[in-house]
């Protein structure tokens, strides 16, 4: 590309102020006279933006219009000038189109694609660009297009910022995609510039692929440093996240190395069979029948429609996509881990960036399809991280390909495959040039023995995925792989990085000798988490697990689950395009009360609002949806969700009678619980449904402070800590910034479930948390002596709470609970840990 800025395009004579136009041929004509008095155009260059406008809408959206020649008129551009028509009271581009701000592009090359891309992203900012179409300053229109390239290189080379602060990265990995884009969520809160500067590279901290690009290894030192009104609590509010992450990273490698430490002796055959050899990713010995997994290259269509439309097409996919990965995330989050979770989030992420949408709008721009115009932008920039030589930087550009994936097959949906469906029953080991993260989360450890892969890295976040998820994978095995038959048993050794390939007999019988003696003891530990939690002086709490779908039951009740605490089922609607009707959720259902083997299971009704939504229900948008229209006051409004739901769930109850209860979240009133019981007996009655018990969630203050009163008319109670303590100590828990004070140990939340116990206490009802405080076995015990009798948690989080309770005493628990209820801070309550308390 070349390195003409706007400002070479675009003078002071190519700006008209304060214009006026009857109609789109004159603001054409205008811009064309324009471009032709400065030297840019032949006088016949306006007629050519006009055929234009017959073949294609050049109207950007948001006020814009970009009116340019056609291809074959490039020979009328006599040099490369960019001219604006500012239009303060507008004029009709097409029906419903107005535009104010005509930018008449006249270009022999590709020289005003900066600019373009600049004006792209003034569409974000739709305070600046109204200021735009008013402004009478000349100058205040070229600065608003002028090359952030170019600034960015010109203000490194002149120096860092104006507020700055040197750093020493401390993170064990590096920057890698989870920080990083707790970086720019942080960052982008703010109007300042900030950069991140290491040497002579340096990057946007607003975009996370920029971020990457510098690929900071642990020990690097950078400079960070900022411009703008608010540049100082930019950089302050930065710097905390940014130390505030290093605890994380550290006990993330800790148990990294932790795990790499534990493997398993080395098992190796008594034969000689072949073997194909790869870098080993995750340890681990499995015997399984070969299954190869074919990614569909199919061809792109390339589809043009007009800008405005795969403007609003392109939106309306990345939006899905981010609810798509969402759900992936909290699914990922308590099936996996938190931290494997932020693999999602991090890819949720990099639809934010300005670069990439820039380029895809460009593409459209130039004529291209959406869907087209997004593939072609993915490659480019994944080429772009990949051709830079690391390894990590290599990794997130599979990251990439993998979210840009789930963006196309919603741009064009005869795109999608379920390679993954369909696997047998039967051990299975797969075999793929590559596996997404997003495959690989969702991979069912059942029927999955191991993966081998003809690409990818042991840093990768599919490796990674691999190692928390327990299956032997190797990658980097080379494309030989990919010519094994399916259907062939296979030994898979993800220590030694190898797939022996035809075993004989003895080979099969001392890999599976060697399973079994792991097996049993496994067995021994599960015999351990099978124990109940009880304390030294016979209290029993319940320990339950929070999972989404039926095959993630064998594992929770590996762990120790005794049920499920809470099944969520928004997942049916965020994973489909489509809101699944009753007959689907029925499956669904059934399959969980199946697979739990008749322990109970609590079904929540789906909670959809606030950070949870989904594109296909066209919610309306609302300004702070957290204090919106959300969970029981959706279900109320919206009876074509709520009674299908429900009708599913009594048929269910009916199909494993007596394991089944339904709760209802964001309760905030009597009258709320009433209309839905009122519902309910109607549903069930209809059905011919057994009685079920009815709970309703804990997640505002006006429920726990009037939980006698909710407690006459419902079975039980769950408390939701994380939105609890959110809403009693108004912080948004999504906000970075703010993350660290979001602590369900405050005091003020620990004495709004002690009002919920004892409100539940007066009326015979138990109460359950199923949010996050349930899963640390600190908390859990507060929660124990606080007279909560059931928590549920994340399956992996369920032994360390057991053995924790097991070896308390009942009369401890309630002398730690009053002590915390007279804590003043989060900080004292955790002190009492620290103390023994």
Same mark, same amino acid.
């Given at each position: 590309?070349?390195?003409?800025?706007?400002?070479?395009?675009?003078?002071?004579?190519?700006?008209?102020?304060?214009?006026?136009?009857?109609?789109?041929?004159?603001?054409?004509?205008?811009?064309?006279?324009?471009?032709?008095?400065?030297?840019?155009?032949?006088?016949?260059?306006?007629?050519?933006?006009?055929?234009?406008?017959?073949?294609?809408?050049?109207?950007?959206?948001?006020?814009?219009?970009?009116?340019?020649?056609?291809?074959?008129?490039?020979?009328?551009?006599?040099?490369?000038?960019?001219?604006?028509?500012?239009?303060?009271?507008?004029?009709?581009?097409?029906?419903?189109?107005?535009?104010?701000?005509?930018?008449?592009?006249?270009?022999?090359?590709?020289?005003?694609?900066?600019?373009?891309?600049?004006?792209?992203?003034?569409?974000?900012?739709?305070?600046?660009?109204?200021?735009?179409?008013?402004?009478?300053?000349?100058?205040?229109?070229?600065?608003?297009?002028?090359?952030?390239?170019?600034?960015?290189?010109?203000?490194?080379?002149?120096?860092?910022?104006?507020?700055?602060?040197?750093?020493?990265?401390?993170?064990?990995?590096?920057?890698?995609?989870?920080?990083?884009?707790?970086?720019?969520?942080?960052?982008?809160?703010?109007?300042?510039?900030?950069?991140?500067?290491?040497?002579?590279?340096?990057?946007?901290?607003?975009?996370?692929?920029?971020?990457?690009?510098?690929?900071?290894?642990?020990?690097?030192?950078?400079?960070?440093?900022?411009?703008?009104?608010?540049?100082?609590?930019?950089?302050?509010?930065?710097?905390?996240? /940014?130390?505030?992450?290093?605890?994380?990273?550290?006990?993330?490698?800790?148990?990294?190395?932790?795990?790499?430490?534990?493997?398993?002796?080395?098992?190796?055959?008594?034969?000689?069979?072949?073997?194909?050899?790869?870098?080993?990713?995750?340890?681990?010995?499995?015997?399984?029948?070969?299954?190869?997994?074919?990614?569909?290259?199919?061809?792109?269509?390339?589809?043009?429609?007009?800008?405005?439309?795969?403007?609003?097409?392109?939106?309306?996919?990345?939006?899905?996509?981010?609810?798509?990965?969402?759900?992936?995330?909290?699914?990922?989050?308590?099936?996996?881990?938190?931290?494997?979770?932020?693999?999602?989030?991090?890819?949720?992420?990099?639809?934010?960036?300005?670069?990439?949408?820039?380029?895809?709008?460009?593409?459209?721009?130039?004529?291209?399809?959406?869907?087209?115009?997004?593939?072609?932008?993915?490659?480019?920039?994944?080429?772009?991280?990949?051709?830079?030589?690391?390894?990590?930087?290599?990794?997130?550009?599979?990251?990439?390909?993998?979210?840009?994936?789930?963006?196309?097959?919603?741009?064009?949906?005869?795109?999608?495959?379920?390679?993954?469906?369909?696997?047998?029953?039967?051990?299975?080991?797969?075999?793929?040039?590559?596996?997404?993260?997003?495959?690989?989360?969702?991979?069912?450890?059942?029927?999955?023995?191991?993966?081998?892969?003809?690409?990818?890295?042991?840093?990768?976040?599919?490796?990674?995925?691999?190692?928390?998820?327990?299956?032997?994978?190797?990658?980097?095995?080379?494309?030989?792989?990919?010519?094994?038959?399916?259907?062939?048993?296979?030994?898979?050794?993800?220590?030694?990085?190898?797939?022996?390939?035809?075993?004989?007999?003895?080979?099969?019988?001392?890999?599976?000798?060697?399973?079994?003696?792991?097996?049993?003891?496994?067995?021994?530990?599960?015999?351990?988490?099978?124990?109940?939690?009880?304390?030294?002086?016979?209290?029993?709490?319940?320990?339950?697990?929070?999972?989404?779908?039926?095959?993630?039951?064998?594992?929770?009740?590996?762990?120790?689950?005794?049920?499920?605490?809470? /099944?969520?089922?928004?997942?049916?609607?965020?994973?489909?395009?489509?809101?699944?009707?009753?007959?689907?959720?029925?499956?669904?259902?059934?399959?969980?009360?199946?697979?739990?083997?008749?322990?109970?299971?609590?079904?929540?009704?789906?909670?959809?609002?606030?950070?949870?939504?989904?594109?296909?229900?066209?919610?309306?948008?609302?300004?702070?949806?957290?204090?919106?229209?959300?969970?029981?006051?959706?279900?109320?409004?919206?009876?074509?969700?709520?009674?299908?739901?429900?009708?599913?769930?009594?048929?269910?109850?009916?199909?494993?009678?007596?394991?089944?209860?339904? /709760?209802?979240?964001?309760?905030?009133?009597?009258?709320?619980?009433?209309?839905?019981?009122?519902?309910?007996?109607?549903?069930?009655?209809?059905?011919?449904?057994?009685?079920?018990?009815?709970?309703?969630?804990?997640?505002?203050?006006?429920?726990?402070?009037?939980?006698?009163?909710?407690?006459?008319?419902?079975?039980?109670?769950?408390?939701?800590?994380?939105?609890?303590?959110?809403?009693?100590?108004?912080?948004?828990?999504?906000?970075?910034?703010?993350?660290?004070?979001?602590?369900?140990?405050?005091?003020?939340?620990?004495?709004?479930?002690?009002?919920?116990?004892?409100?539940?206490?007066?009326?015979?009802?138990?109460?359950?948390?199923?949010?996050?405080?349930?899963?640390?076995?600190?908390?859990?015990?507060?929660?124990?002596?606080?007279?909560?009798?059931?928590?549920?948690?994340?399956?992996?989080?369920?032994?360390?709470?057991?053995?924790?309770?097991?070896?308390?005493?009942?009369?401890?628990?309630?002398?730690?609970?009053?002590?915390?209820?007279?804590?003043?801070?989060?900080?004292?309550?955790?002190?009492?840990?620290?103390?023994?308390?």
């Amino acid at each position: 590309m070349t390195s003409t800025s706007a400002t070479g395009l675009l003078t002071h004579e190519l700006i008209r102020l304060g214009g006026a136009a009857s109609d789109k041929a004159d603001a054409i004509a205008q811009a064309g006279a324009l471009l032709a008095a400065a030297g840019c155009v032949d006088p016949d260059y306006a007629q050519s933006m006009m055929r234009r406008e017959a073949a294609a809408n050049t109207f950007l959206g948001h006020g814009v219009a970009i009116p340019h020649g056609l291809v074959e008129d490039r020979a009328m551009v006599r040099r490369n000038g960019i001219a604006i028509l500012q239009l303060p009271n507008g004029v009709e581009w097409n029906p419903g189109q107005t535009a104010r701000l005509v930018v008449a592009i006249a270009a022999q090359s590709d020289a005003h694609l900066d600019a373009l891309r600049r004006l792209t992203r003034l569409l974000q900012d739709e305070d600046r660009l109204v200021r735009l179409f008013e402004t009478d300053e000349r100058s205040e229109i070229i600065a608003a297009l002028q090359d952030e390239h170019q600034t960015a290189a010109q203000g490194a080379s002149l120096g860092d910022l104006a507020v700055v602060f040197d750093w020493v990265v401390p993170y064990p990995s590096g920057l890698h995609a989870r920080p990083a884009a707790r970086w720019v969520e942080t960052v982008r809160g703010f109007a300042a510039q900030v950069r991140v500067r290491r040497n002579a590279d340096a990057g946007d901290a607003k975009s996370l692929i920029s971020l990457l690009q510098l690929g900071l290894k642990h020990g690097e030192s950078v400079v960070v440093s900022a411009t703008g009104s608010d540049a100082e609590a930019a950089l302050a509010a930065l710097r905390r996240v /940014m130390d505030g992450l290093s605890v994380q990273e550290q006990a993330d490698a800790a148990q990294a190395a932790a795990r790499a430490a534990e493997r398993a002796p080395d098992w190796s055959p008594p034969g000689a069979p072949a073997y194909i050899a790869g870098v080993a990713a995750s340890p681990g010995l499995a015997i399984g029948t070969l299954r190869k997994v074919s990614a569909v290259e199919a061809e792109i269509p390339d589809r043009p429609v007009a800008l405005t439309e795969g403007g609003a097409m392109l939106d309306a996919a990345l939006s899905t996509t981010r609810f798509q990965l969402r759900a992936l995330a909290d699914d990922t989050a308590r099936r996996v881990g938190e931290s494997e979770a932020g693999i999602f989030r991090a890819q949720s992420e990099l639809l934010n960036d300005t670069d990439l949408i820039t380029l895809t709008c460009q593409l459209m721009v130039e004529g291209h399809g959406p869907a087209w115009a997004w593939n072609a932008a993915v490659d480019r920039i994944a080429a772009g991280l990949s051709a830079l030589g690391n390894p990590v930087l290599a990794a997130r550009a599979a990251d990439l390909h993998d979210v840009g994936r789930r963006v196309l097959t919603v741009l064009e949906p005869t795109l999608k495959s379920d390679a993954l469906s369909g696997l047998p029953d039967a051990p299975t080991v797969l075999v793929a040039s590559d596996l997404s993260p997003s495959d690989t989360a969702a991979l069912n450890v059942d029927k999955v023995a191991g993966l081998i892969t003809a690409l990818g890295g042991p840093t990768s976040h599919t490796a990674i995925l691999a190692r928390t998820l327990g299956l032997p994978a190797v990658v980097a095995a080379g494309s030989a792989v990919l010519d094994l038959a399916d259907g062939a048993t296979v030994i898979i050794d993800g220590q030694a990085g190898r797939l022996y390939l035809e075993p004989s007999e003895a080979d099969v019988i001392s890999a599976s000798a060697w399973l079994e003696a792991q097996r049993e003891v496994r067995e021994r530990e599960s015999e351990v988490r099978a124990l109940p939690a009880v304390t030294r002086d016979g209290r029993r709490i319940e320990v339950a697990a929070n999972i989404n779908q039926a095959h993630q039951a064998a594992f929770a009740l590996s762990q120790g689950a005794e049920g499920v605490g809470l /099944m969520r089922t928004e997942f049916l609607f965020l994973e489909a395009d489509h809101s699944p009707d009753e007959a689907e959720q029925f499956e669904a259902y059934c399959a969980m009360l199946d697979a739990m083997g008749g322990r109970p299971v609590i079904v929540r009704a789906l909670d959809i609002g606030g950070d949870k939504q989904v594109a296909h229900l066209e919610l309306p948008r609302e300004d702070n949806p957290f204090l919106g229209v959300r969970g029981a006051r959706l279900l109320l409004r919206r009876p074509e969700l709520l009674e299908p739901q429900l009708r599913a769930l009594y048929r269910a109850a009916a199909h494993r009678p007596g394991t089944l209860s339904i /709760m209802f979240p964001m309760i905030t009133s009597v009258g709320e619980v009433l209309a839905l019981k009122a519902i309910c007996a109607r549903i069930r009655a209809e059905v011919g449904g057994p009685e079920t018990p009815l709970g309703v969630m804990i997640e505002v203050p006006a429920a726990a402070l009037q939980a006698e009163s909710l407690a006459r008319h419902i079975d039980f109670f769950s408390v939701g800590t994380n939105d609890l303590t959110q809403y009693v100590l108004a912080i948004d828990r999504q906000n970075p910034d703010l993350a660290a004070e979001a602590d369900a140990l405050h005091p003020a939340v620990l004495r709004l479930i002690h009002e919920t116990v004892k409100g539940a206490e007066a009326h015979g009802k138990w109460v359950g948390v199923c949010g996050g405080l349930a899963g640390d076995p600190f908390g859990a015990s507060l929660l124990a002596g606080l007279g909560v009798q059931e928590l549920s948690m994340t399956p992996r989080e369920a032994p360390a709470v057991k053995a924790r309770l097991r070896e308390a005493l009942w009369p401890d628990l309630r002398e730690l609970a009053e002590r915390a209820l007279a804590a003043e801070s989060a900080a004292d309550v955790r002190a009492l840990e620290r103390r023994g308390a």
